[in-house]
């Protein structure tokens, strides 16, 4: 089976830029997560979705990013424009999305982007 | 916000060595999570724990959910190399797989 696919795996791109990650999850994965991770830090949560609906966007900084999952799989994260502070590995997660403690989320291999 | 501190941050250990990490939290959780993430890679389950107290094996790796809710940690015995990376706990707040919180990781390195 596989993996949580993310697309492009390195993205280098000037600031004021716009920038742009995609995300395939896991095929019946109804929830899907994007997760920004800092050098030396673990993942922090931007947003989750259930199917198309997003559930919590409360860390995603709303005035520059966006995210969309049209039909409830792919979702695309975008910055516009780019920071300089927003360098860093972008990780793209999903699950089945049961509301039992036993859900797991499963990553992808991130996107590491730097903006220079 | 909830915050997890986990340490050591870094350990440099011999092969064949136990390591011993932990995870504590001034906030209670009802699930903690152990990751490993290597280089260029998403970080990959290890461990779930589900109930205070309880104790859970994976192979060479041991870990606890502590008492209090507010703690855990993660044990390797027998160290080989593949061994080396980041470990990451987190906890989860809410149901099912509404939020993690992570730690900010363990860097282990071995020598061999």
């Not at chain 1, 039909?71 to 910055?79: M, Q």
């Not at chain 2, 290597?38 to 724990?49: C, F, N, R």
């Amino acid at each position: 089976e596989a993996g949580v696919v993310q697309s492009p795996r390195y993205k280098i791109i000037e600031k004021k830029q716009p920038v742009a990650f995609w995300c395939n999850p896991i095929s019946g994965h109804n929830t899907l997560y994007w997760y920004r991770q800092n050098l030396g830090q673990g993942p922090e949560l931007l947003i989750r979705y259930e199917n198309e609906e997003a559930v919590d966007d409360s860390q995603l900084p709303k005035d520059r990013f966006s995210a969309e999952r049209l039909k409830g799989v792919d979702s695309t994260l975008k910055i516009q424009p780019a920071e300089l502070g927003d360098s860093a590995v972008y990780l793209c997660a999903s699950s089945l999305g049961q509301l039992f403690d036993t859900d797991t989320q499963y990553f992808g291999p991130g996107t590491r982007l730097t903006v220079l | 916000g909830q915050q997890l501190n986990q340490s050591p941050q870094s350990m440099f250990i011999q092969e064949g060595e136990d390591v011993s990490m932990n995870c504590t939290s001034s906030s209670i959780f009802n699930t903690w999570l152990w990751y490993k993430q290597d280089p260029g890679e998403g970080p990959v389950l290890l461990i779930a724990l589900y109930k205070a107290g309880e104790l859970t094996s994976n192979g060479r790796l041991t870990a606890q959910f502590g008492i209090t809710r507010k703690d855990s940690f993660l044990n390797i015995s027998a160290s080989i190399p593949s061994d080396v990376g980041i470990y990451f706990c987190a906890g989860r707040i809410g149901q099912g797989a509404q939020k993690l919180v992570f730690g900010q990781g363990t860097r282990l390195t071995i020598n061999p």
